[in-house]
């Protein structure tokens, strides 16, 4: 999970520059994006497109329905977003480009998983004896701009969606609240496992057979596609190597390892500029037939 945090503009550049292009590989190459969430029918938005301007007005804690004042609150600075983000493993993102059911399994169970941590969506209480406390009110509500792509910059198949919650939720006397994320990013790990099961499930549910990824402790991490050779997803990991490398590169100049917000930085500060000409089909031909 990213935060996304208000700044003095709109909140358009960020529509158009990282959601509704193409991750990450075509500028002109547009993604629509979806409203998602309980929360998303009090605004008229569910199951809508997402456009620039009702994200701004988020973006800006403005009601998009009314418009007025959003939340009562309007921290400078704070977190007007959180980019809760599901990556599919690295052979079904192969595999995806040449069977679209992945593509519609990898998107159901995103939704699963999404609806999971919907559940533990809440708000501080600070009426009464909770006014200095962390208590907090579970709501189950949301509102999110769903995207997904299929690519990654540096040409790696990437089938990955983009969850992107507003900072807000509405308690139980109806009024709009800033959210409360914190049972949501605790339960990170288990919404992840939630998607990795459904995703091979479905796979196997299609006549793919599946294999453990385990890591150091032997623990089942997520499942490939036993019809993807390990070399090939070594192929199209070029994106994960850069990050690698960076990492390396901190842990070795720090003595430590980077922390979340560090390891954001990482990840956004070695993305390539995007390409002004590729297109989906132009990268299947690539994948094909690539050139070394």
Request: hydrophobic share 35%.
């Amino acid at each position: 999970m990213t935060k996304i945090r208000a700044t003095n503009g709109s909140g358009k550049s960020f529509y158009v520059n990282h959601l509704s292009s193409n991750d990450y590989y075509s500028e002109h190459e547009k993604v629509q994006g979806y409203w998602r969430g309980e929360l998303a029918e009090a605004f008229g938005l569910r199951d809508k497109i997402v456009t620039s301007e009702e994200f701004s007005l988020f973006q800006r804690n403005v009601n998009p329905k009314t418009p007025g004042r959003l939340t009562q609150k309007n921290m400078p600075g704070g977190p007007r977003f959180f980019d809760f983000q599901v990556a599919a493993p690295k052979s079904v993102s192969v595999m995806s480009m040449f069977d679209e059911r992945l593509i519609e399994a990898h998107r159901e169970s995103v939704r699963i998983a999404m609806a999971e941590l919907e559940r533990l969506a809440a708000v501080r209480v600070r009426d009464g004896e909770n006014v200095r406390t962390n208590n907090y009110e579970t709501t189950g509500k949301l509102v999110y701009a769903e995207f997904m792509h299929d690519t990654s910059r540096v040409l790696d198949p990437q089938l990955h969606t983009h969850n992107v919650v507003c900072n807000v939720t509405r308690a139980g006397d109806g009024r709009y609240k800033a959210l409360e994320t914190l049972e949501m990013c605790r339960a990170i790990r288990y919404a992840g496992k939630v998607y990795h099961n459904e995703m091979a499930a479905r796979c196997r549910e299609q006549g793919y057979e599946t294999v453990e990824t385990r890591d150091r402790k032997s623990n089942v991490i997520w499942y490939d596609l036993a019809c993807v050779p390990a070399d090939v997803m070594e192929r199209f990991s070029k994106r994960r190597r850069q990050i690698e490398k960076a990492e390396a590169e901190f842990i070795a100049e720090h003595g430590r390892k980077p922390t979340l917000s560090e390891n954001n930085y990482l990840s956004t500060s070695t993305r390539t500029n995007k390409m002004l000409t590729s297109t989906s089909n132009a990268f299947r031909v690539f994948a094909v037939f690539p050139v070394f």
